[in-house]
């Protein structure tokens, strides 16, 4: 009879390196086979039951084998697995179609609500800017009236003192003085400094006249 070491292990209870070591000091027979070790043992040094157990388990392990030998698989059943996981696969596929549709829909409800949220923006800045120019718009009228009523009282003025003999232009003036040029500048410029506020300035139409009949120009005319 020839057991492997597990097998010599389990029925004489010792330990795989006790085993080892009894067979490299050549104290138990045994042989090799296809790589695997086999311990001879004789009948003769066994006891019944240890025989008998032994002759048991031998005999039962062929049959608990076939009891657990697996089933074969026919076209069949791999037919069946096949539609069963192609089912599960529709499925998901189907949810992750619906994910995708609901996250489509949120998104463009999204853009929506931003672009109108743009829009409403976009109306408040116009009216606002609207106003404002309606209001700059109205100053510069009340600008440009105002400017216009000036011109015409400057012009009535200047209109209503014109017509007496005597009035002379002041360029004319002192083009007639025997005087420098610089002279003539500088006299020019204490007129122009002084139409403003003094009243013996005459003028009109951008140019400067003098009323020699009713006043005393020898201040200005200095040199």
């Not at 998901?92 to 949220?117: G, H, N, Y």
């Not at 923006?121 to 116009?126: A, C, P, W």
């Not at 122009?192 to 020699?212: M, P, Q, T, W």
């Amino acid at each position: 009879m020839r057991l492997t070491i597990d097998e010599y292990c389990k029925y004489f209870k010792m330990s795989k390196e006790m085993i080892n070591s009894k067979i490299k000091a050549k104290k138990l027979n045994y042989i090799i086979e296809e790589s695997k070790t086999y311990i001879i043992v004789t009948r003769s040094s066994l006891d019944r039951e240890k025989r008998e157990e032994i002759h048991q388990e031998k005999n039962m392990t062929p049959r608990e084998n076939t009891q657990i030998a697996k089933p074969k698989t026919t076209v069949a059943t791999v037919i069946a697995l096949y539609q069963k996981e192609n089912s599960f696969l529709k499925g998901k596929i189907a949810q992750l179609e619906a994910k995708i549709d609901k996250l489509v829909d949120d998104k463009e409800q999204m853009l929506r609500d931003e672009i109108e949220k743009i829009e409403r923006i976009y109306i408040t800045k116009d009216a606002q800017l609207k106003n404002i120019l309606e209001l700059i718009d109205k100053k510069m009228k009340f600008e440009r009236a105002d400017a216009t009523i000036l011109e015409i009282e400057s012009f009535n003025y200047q209109s209503g003192t014109e017509l007496e003999q005597g009035v002379v232009e002041l360029k004319e003036y002192l083009k007639s003085l025997n005087i420098k040029s610089s002279q003539r500048k500088i006299i020019k410029k204490r007129f122009l400094n002084a139409y403003d506020n003094d009243s013996r300035v005459i003028h009109k139409e951008g140019k400067l006249y003098l009323d020699f009949s009713k006043y005393d120009y020898s201040d200005l005319l200095a040199y």
